[in-house]
């Protein structure tokens, strides 16, 4: 199922919006702005006198740099950058700790409560989908093989489309490297790690026949480096139209004991079956958000089995393609995401209030635009943001929950993101503060769909078999199952299944054996029977 949003965060340098000169040093009381003053060859003395006669505090002097980093009365600004002793003035931006992050999905499937088994590497995922990016800095080299297709879809290690490699990153992005997110199943090291196997069927236009889906079924079930391990297929897609042909494959590959099959409901937000997922063979997997309550794209049927996070999921993206997005206003910063579309880039000013923007907004010259879902399309409100001059849009939410909102394909100038409804009510009492939006380019992103929720259950699946390798599929299948938490009406229900997957809670369930005790809801489909 092909995503819906793309977001993100850092922060750029950027030239500063600046006001009236003064003549007169500004009174203690007055706002700061913390910037780079660099002056201009042989014009320290002059600039040094400046800065003292506006009550700068110097935090340092790069000599060989010809600058300073000081704080100074905002209203100072504009007389310092035309002093003619100095050559430009500038924000000194904030720079924040890279760390690891781990994503809400994580612990709502209680992935951290579990460790992969020392023999892990006896299971194997296999990801059918549009590749996966081998040079991301996030991403497992080792334990990682797949099917090359040259006269098709192209190289395993490559994704020109990005939805391969969000999915990889929820099964196993490395954990403990202090970078980006950590998987499901994180890659640590070449010992005990659970293999993958990639085979590429979408370039980047994100479809392919059902053919080529069963073709990459038998190469994921006969792929050299599998051995022996029991498999889990993973299928972030699926379509509308069934095939009788490619059922009869995927019943194959369960009754062998050895494979499960796991693919995406949908992302229609209809009661329309999708296949392979709605094949009594392949666990059909809705999508919640972050509260456990069913997206409102991801398709209901009787079909589906489990559920599992699937909205503002954060993963990997192919290096370079995702972006980053800050927000700060006055000393504080702001979560946000950038829109679908948004060009990269900073902007900066005074925070004004434009309403919903249903036309340009007056008074937004210089400054950033905060803005309230509503009425007309986000593109339009950025583009009456833009009109009136505006550096750089803010839009918040009109509902609970981020906004992950879209341009399409409209072309806008200033960067633009999303915020909550309760950052931008609170927003409302800041305008006038000094904001500042920067949208860069990123190697991560928040994407929404079943496509999202695929891996967490497929991840899910095989770290509960690498603790029990004795087991078949129906095992796990079953003990997935009987042990989801009941979202919904009470038992089984269309939009659910039976419920949101939990690792610890399946291999609780499973005790020391094979068989789930009681007190679960059962495996396979179609009123409790297993395929």
Same mark, same amino acid.
């Given at each position: 199922?092909?995503?819906?949003?793309?977001?993100?965060?850092?922060?750029?340098?950027?030239?500063?919006?600046?006001?009236?000169?003064?003549?007169?040093? !500004?009174?203690?009381? @007055?706002?700061?702005?913390?910037?780079?003053?660099?002056?201009?060859?042989?014009?320290?003395?002059?600039?040094?006198?400046?800065?003292?006669?506006?009550?700068?505090?110097?935090?340092?002097?790069?000599?060989?740099?010809?600058?300073?980093?000081?704080?100074?009365?905002?209203?100072?600004?504009?007389?310092?950058?035309?002093?003619?002793?100095?050559?430009?003035?500038?924000?000194?931006?904030?720079?924040?700790?890279?760390?690891?992050?781990?994503?809400?999905?994580?612990?709502?499937?209680? =992935?951290?409560?579990?460790?992969?088994?020392?023999?892990?590497?006896?299971?194997?995922?296999?990801?059918?989908?549009?590749?996966?990016?081998?040079?991301?800095?996030?991403?497992?080299? $080792?334990?990682?093989?797949?099917?090359?297709? !040259? =006269?098709?879809?192209?190289?395993?290690?490559?994704?020109?489309?990005? /939805? #391969?490699?969000?999915?990889?990153?929820?099964?196993?992005?490395?954990?403990?490297?202090?970078? #980006?997110?950590?998987?499901?199943? !994180?890659?640590?090291?070449?010992?005990?790690?659970?293999?993958? $196997?990639?085979v590429k069927v979408f370039g980047a236009d994100g479809w392919t026949y059902s053919s080529s889906l069963v073709d990459a079924l038998s190469k994921c079930t006969g792929n050299p480096q599998r051995g022996s391990r029991k498999l889990v297929v993973s299928m972030s897609l699926g379509g509308s139209l069934k095939s009788r042909f490619e059922d009869s494959a995927f019943a194959n590959a369960f009754s062998s004991g050895t494979v499960l099959s796991v693919a995406a409901a949908g992302n229609d937000g209809n009661s329309r079956s999708?296949? *392979?997922?709605?094949?009594?063979?392949?666990?059909?997997?809705?999508?919640?958000?972050?509260?456990? %309550?069913? @997206? &409102?794209? &991801?398709?209901?049927?009787?079909?589906?089995? +489990?559920?599992?996070?699937?909205?503002?999921?954060?993963?990997?993206?192919?290096?370079?393609?995702?972006?980053?997005?800050?927000?700060?206003?006055?000393?504080?910063?702001?979560?946000?995401?950038?829109?679908?579309?948004? *060009?990269?880039?900073?902007?900066?000013?005074?925070?004004?209030?434009? #309403?919903?923007?249903?036309?340009?907004?007056?008074?937004?010259?210089?400054?950033?635009?905060?803005?309230?879902?509503?009425?007309?399309?986000?593109?339009?409100?950025? +583009?009456?943001?833009?009109?009136?001059?505006?550096?750089?849009?803010?839009?918040?939410?009109?509902?609970?929950?981020?906004?992950?909102?879209?341009?399409?394909? %409209?072309?806008? &100038?200033?960067?633009?993101?999303?915020?909550?409804?309760?950052?931008?009510?609170?927003?409302?009492?800041?305008?006038?503060?000094?904001?500042?939006?920067?949208?860069?380019?990123?190697?991560?992103?928040? $994407?929404?769909?079943?496509?999202?929720?695929? !891996?967490?259950?497929? @991840?899910?699946?095989?770290?509960?078999? &690498? /603790?029990?390798?004795?087991?078949?599929? =129906?095992?796990?299948?079953?003990?997935?199952? =009987?042990? @989801? %938490?009941?979202?919904? *009406?009470? #038992?089984?229900?269309v939009e659910y299944g039976f419920g949101l997957v939990q690792a610890k809670a399946a291999l609780d369930k499973m005790g020391i054996g094979c068989s789930t005790t009681s007190g679960g809801g059962g495996g396979g489909k179609g009123g409790g029977k297993r395929p």
């Amino acid at each position: 199922m092909k995503t819906l949003k793309l977001v993100a965060a850092g922060v750029l340098p950027m030239m500063l919006a600046v006001p009236h000169a003064t003549h007169a040093a !500004p009174g203690k009381g @007055a706002e700061q702005a913390r910037v780079y003053v660099v002056y201009k060859d042989g014009q320290r003395g002059n600039a040094a006198r400046a800065l003292a006669m506006v009550g700068a505090e110097v935090h340092y002097e790069f000599a060989g740099l010809r600058g300073y980093a000081v704080s100074v009365p905002a209203v100072a600004l504009e007389g310092l950058s035309r002093n003619p002793a100095i050559e430009f003035v500038e924000e000194d931006p904030k720079r924040y700790l890279m760390a690891e992050t781990t994503p809400y999905g994580i612990e709502s499937v209680q =992935a951290n409560l579990v460790q992969a088994a020392s023999n892990a590497g006896n299971t194997q995922v296999c990801i059918i989908d549009s590749g996966y990016d081998a040079s991301h800095e996030d991403l497992p080299d $080792f334990n990682v093989d797949g099917h090359n297709d !040259p =006269a098709g879809a192209g190289n395993w290690f490559q994704d020109q489309n990005g /939805h #391969g490699t969000h999915v990889a990153g929820t099964v196993a992005a490395v954990g403990g490297n202090g970078k #980006g997110v950590i998987g499901v199943l !994180p890659g640590v090291n070449a010992s005990g790690t659970v293999s993958l $196997f990639i085979v590429k069927v979408f370039g980047a236009d994100g479809w392919t026949y059902s053919s080529s889906l069963v073709d990459a079924l038998s190469k994921c079930t006969g792929n050299p480096q599998r051995g022996s391990r029991k498999l889990v297929v993973s299928m972030s897609l699926g379509g509308s139209l069934k095939s009788r042909f490619e059922d009869s494959a995927f019943a194959n590959a369960f009754s062998s004991g050895t494979v499960l099959s796991v693919a995406a409901a949908g992302n229609d937000g209809n009661s329309r079956s999708s296949y *392979p997922a709605s094949y009594n063979s392949v666990v059909s997997v809705a999508a919640v958000d972050e509260n456990k %309550v069913r @997206a &409102s794209f &991801s398709q209901y049927n009787s079909q589906v089995e +489990l559920a599992a996070p699937g909205v503002g999921v954060l993963s990997t993206v192919p290096m370079g393609t995702g972006t980053t997005t800050t927000v700060s206003v006055g000393s504080a910063n702001v979560e946000a995401e950038a829109m679908d579309g948004s *060009p990269r880039g900073t902007g900066t000013g005074a925070l004004v209030a434009c #309403g919903i923007a249903d036309n340009a907004c007056s008074g937004a010259s210089g400054k950033v635009c905060l803005i309230e879902r509503g009425t007309n399309s986000f593109s339009d409100k950025v +583009l009456n943001c833009q009109a009136g001059g505006g550096a750089a849009a803010i839009i918040y939410n009109n509902t609970s929950g981020p906004l992950l909102g879209t341009l399409g394909d %409209v072309a806008t &100038s200033i960067p633009s993101v999303g915020i909550t409804q309760a950052a931008g009510q609170a927003l409302l009492t800041q305008t006038g503060a000094s904001t500042t939006v920067s949208v860069a380019a990123g190697n991560y992103a928040k $994407f929404d769909g079943t496509s999202m929720a695929t !891996p967490h259950v497929s @991840a899910v699946a095989a770290l509960v078999w &690498s /603790h029990k390798s004795a087991c078949s599929n =129906a095992d796990i299948r079953n003990a997935l199952a =009987a042990s @989801a %938490v009941d979202l919904g *009406p009470a #038992g089984r229900d269309v939009e659910y299944g039976f419920g949101l997957v939990q690792a610890k809670a399946a291999l609780d369930k499973m005790g020391i054996g094979c068989s789930t005790t009681s007190g679960g809801g059962g495996g396979g489909k179609g009123g409790g029977k297993r395929p």
